[in-house]
């Protein structure tokens, strides 16, 4: 089958330009040496020099993006991300017209100059390209385009004040480091396939959704112009899923705490037992917030959901602190009561029984499930 397919006279014919093409373009060519203008001086202000060309440009292309891993407590999102740059390299342009209208030809990495994108501010960059087998792409104006998976793992600064409800914004930047501003351009763009419906939603994982992906350009600029670069910037803003929480945490505390008032303020229990059934539930809040510590980014701001817990946390020791000064005021009023027996002395012998102590775990059972209510409130605020 191959045989048949080298023998067709037009497909030859191909094979021969091309061959002829590749020759004249490669004959002087040195990949080692860049096609980037520097007859400038970097001191003056971009476009001072009329006679010289505009600034090279390179764009960097986002064909789709995967978000692996977010870890808040290191503040880092690793993202794949399918990439295409552009480049132009006037020493790779051609007549269409000598060479029977070949307007383009693919050809390995290796043999042509190609820049060195560098992902600005991250903590990892793996590329997952085959070294030898690194293709490019060449049209006959000079123009050249390749494409690139790599893995970037970025620094992000997170808000979790609103944990787990919170939503996160990210930046992954790239640049041309050893290139003066003025003599190169940055440009950036996204391939608007990627923002139809179908495709976004894939490419969030099972914990974030990305919610919105944008790109621009901006300029990191110093004291000086010699250290200004353009920056292509891509933003995604990432939004959690606050099921897991939910489910795991919210609830079941809600649940604990709600039993534990029950279990505190139960006649038929001696003091004692009421203690420790508050003292377990004070040490099951405790280490819910140890594991929720190790979720998130050591900052100023207490999370939401921390400061629910905490909420449980203290409903509980009221709860104790009540048990504990019910039965002195019954040791301390009771006999008092009792030494002159009136109607409201009565009564407030009779209060003093199960109707305070009911009275008490009802109060603190409103307090628990307003507080319930108050963070699903959340939830449903995030779903909306």
């Known amino acids: 089958m191959i045989l048949s397919i080298t023998v067709v006279p037009?497909?030859?014919?191909?094979?021969?330009?091309?061959?002829?093409?590749?020759?004249?373009?490669?004959k002087d060519y040195d990949p080692t040496v860049s096609p980037v203008y520097t007859w400038i001086d970097v001191d003056e202000p971009i476009g001072y020099d009329s006679e010289a060309p505009k600034r090279w440009n390179y764009t960097v292309f986002l064909y789709y993006l995967k978000l692996v891993e977010v870890q808040e407590p290191e503040e880092k999102v690793s993202v794949v991300m399918e990439l295409m740059e552009y480049w132009y390299d006037a020493r790779l342009s051609w007549n269409t017209s000598l060479y029977q209208n070949t307007t383009s030809f693919y050809t390995r990495q290796a043999r042509v100059w190609s820049p060195t994108l560098t992902?600005?501010?991250?903590?990892?960059?793996?590329d997952f390209r085959d070294q030898d087998n690194r293709m490019v792409c060449i049209d006959n104006f000079?123009?050249?385009?390749?494409?690139?998976?790599?893995?970037?793992?970025?620094n992000?600064?997170?808000?979790?004040?609103?944990?787990?409800?919170?939503?996160?914004?990210?930046?992954?930047?790239?640049?041309l480091p050893i290139f003066y501003r003025m003599q190169v351009e940055i440009l950036s763009e996204i391939y608007?396939?990627?923002?139809?419906?179908?495709?976004?939603?894939?490419?969030?994982?099972?914990?974030?959704k990305l919610t919105n992906l944008t790109n621009r350009v901006e300029v990191l600029k110093y004291n000086d112009n010699m250290g200004n670069m353009d920056l292509a910037i891509f933003e995604i803003t990432i939004r959690r899923n606050p099921l897991y929480y939910i489910y795991?945490?919210?609830?079941?505390s809600f649940v604990?705490?709600?039993?534990?008032?029950?279990?505190?303020?139960?006649n038929e229990a001696d003091k004692m037992s009421r203690l420790n059934v508050g003292l377990t539930n004070i040490m099951t809040m405790t280490f819910i917030l140890g594991v929720m510590a190790d979720k998130i980014p050591r900052t100023g701001n207490i999370p939401l959901l921390g400061?629910?817990?905490?909420?449980?946390?203290?409903?509980?020791?009221?709860?104790i602190a009540i048990v504990t000064a019910i039965t002195e005021l019954r040791r301390w009023a009771t006999p008092r009561l009792k030494m002159k027996k009136t109607a409201l002395r009565k009564q407030l012998e009779i209060f003093l029984g199960p109707p305070l102590e009911y009275t008490c775990a009802i109060l603190l059972e409103l307090m628990t499930s307003a507080n319930f209510l108050v963070m699903v409130g959340f939830w449903f605020d995030d779903s909306s």
Do not use: H
């Open 156 to 175: 992000c600064q997170m808000d979790v004040s609103l944990f787990p409800f919170d939503t996160q914004t990210c930046q992954i930047q790239f640049c």
């Open 10 to 26: 037009k497909y030859k014919d191909f094979l021969d330009v091309q061959t002829d093409l590749t020759k004249k373009l490669f």
């Open 142 to 154: 000079g123009f050249l385009w390749d494409y690139i998976s790599v893995r970037i793992s970025a």
């Open 256 to 266: 604990i705490n709600f039993v534990s008032i029950v279990g505190v303020f139960l």
């Open 119 to 126: 992902a600005f501010g991250v903590n990892d960059i793996v």
């Open 192 to 208: 608007q396939g990627i923002m139809d419906d179908k495709i976004f939603k894939t490419m969030g994982n099972s914990e974030w």
């Open 248 to 252: 795991m945490i919210v609830f079941p």
């Open 307 to 319: 400061i629910y817990i905490i909420i449980n946390l203290v409903i509980m020791l009221i709860a």
